[in-house]
Structures are given as C-alpha cells and as structure tokens.
T-cell receptor, first 114, second 111 residues
Framework: DAGVIQSPRHEVTEMGQEVTLRCKPI?????LFWYRQTMMRGLELLIY????????DSGMPEDRFSAKMPNASFSTLKIQPSEPRDSAVYFC????????????FGAGTRLSVL | GESVGLHLPTLSVQEGDNSIINCAYS??????FIWYKQESGKGPQFIID?????DKRQGQRVTVLLNKTVKHLSLQIAATQPGDSAVYFC??????????FGTGTSLTVIP
C-alpha cells in the first residue's frame, strides 16, 4: 500500500499567490482530513470529509482557504491569496470511516510564503 | 517582539532503558486514543491505539496504559533505541472522527 500521498513536498511562493496542495488518500478509505502544523499552534484540524462531502470546516482559518474532494481518490487544499502567516506544514490523513478509526498521515507539504 | 511557540516537554533516555511518555487528555467522554510518532520531516505515524473499555494494550516493545479516572494516558517503550528518537503525540476522540492532538513530547535517545 502506497499510503497517503501528498504533493508537492515543498512549496515556496510569494505573498499574494495562489497555492494548491494535493492529497491522494489510501484506497478504500472514506474519510479524509486536512491538518496544519506550526510551532506556535501544534497540529490543527482544518477540515474533514466523509464520502467526499465536507463535514466540518470550522478549523479553516478564513475565506482564503478552501478545500475540495471531487472524488474518493483526490482532494485539494487551496489558499488564495497566500500570506506569510500561512507558512506551515500541511498534512493530509485518511481513515476507513467513522466511529474511531486510525488516521494515516501523508508526509506533508512544507509551505513557505515569502 | 519575541515569538512564543509551544513548549514541548522533552525526555532524554539512555539506549536500552525503558521510556515512559505521559499525556493528560481533556475530555472525560473521549472513548478512543491513539499514540503517534513523528520523526523530523515526516508525518505522524501510528504506533498503538486503545479504546476506553480497556486499561492496557501491548504492542511490539510498546505498551499503552489508560487511566480514565484521572484522564491520563501513557506510552511505555521498552529497550529504547536511537530510532525511537522523535516527537510523540497522543490523540483523543469522542466524536469518532475528529481527533484532538496533544502538544507532543520530544524523546531523545542517547547512544
């Protein structure tokens, strides 16, 4: 099993630019999660999907952030426009479903907004 | 001004010794717990889990203990090895889907 696959691994961009992070969950998993990790705030849940439907986006910082899951094997997290304070490591995780299942994490995307 | 980050508890142990990492969780209704290991530059990796109907669970070289009375979780690593050096997170859930992660403990194994 390839695990959760995220791309790119590193992204460096300038303030104001659009950034798109990508995630391919583990095949057969029907829940997908986007997290952000920073030294200041630790690991924060941004949004999660069940069966491709967004369930809870209360962790999304503001309207500049959006996430989509057009099908069971792909999700994107978009930041437009990006700001320096968005610099962080963004993780995607997937699990088999609800009711307390192990979440498996990707390797993350390290985003630097200059 | 000075930036303030999370204060990460640290633990240093000699190679071969046993390690105990502690976690206080916040919600008495939490019914499922996971320990994750995160190495530098990598994503959190599942180590072991435990449900609230159990007090103890053992894996390979690792044991998780759950004390619901005081809302405390611990991870014991036997015969700690240099490869165990990482940040360890406990995660709790009561919704079945949304996990809440602790701030983590940094473990350093001294060869």
């Amino acid at each position: 099993d390839a695990g959760v696959i995220q791309s790119p691994r590193h992204e460096v961009t300038e303030m104001g630019q659009e950034v798109t992070l990508r995630c391919k969950p583990i095949s057969g998993h029907n829940s997908l999660f986007w997290y952000r990790q920073t030294m200041m705030r630790g690991l924060e849940l941004l949004i999660y999907f069940n069966n491709n439907v967004p369930i809870d986006d209360s962790g999304m910082p503001e309207d500049r952030f959006s996430a989509k899951m057009p099908n069971a094997s792909f999700s994107t997290l978009k930041i437009q426009p990006s700001e320096p304070r968005d610099s962080a490591v963004y993780f995607c995780a997937s699990s088999q479903g609800t009711g307390g299942y192990i979440q498996y994490f990707g390797a993350g995307t390290r985003l630097s907004v200059l | 001004g000075e930036s303030v980050g999370l204060h990460l508890p640290t633990l240093s142990v000699q190679e071969g010794d046993n390690s105990i990492i502690n976690c206080a969780y916040s919600n008495s209704a939490s019914d499922y717990f996971i320990w994750y290991k995160q190495e530098s530059g990598k994503g959190p990796q599942f180590i072991i889990d435990i449900r609230s109907n159990m007090d103890k669970r053992q894996g390979q070289r690792v044991t998780v203990l759950l004390n619901k009375t005081v809302k405390h979780l611990s991870l014991q690593i036997a015969a700690t090895q240099p490869g165990d050096s990482a940040v360890y997170f406990c995660a709790e859930t009561y919704t079945g889907n949304q996990f809440y992660f602790g701030t983590g403990t940094s473990l350093t194994v001294i060869p």
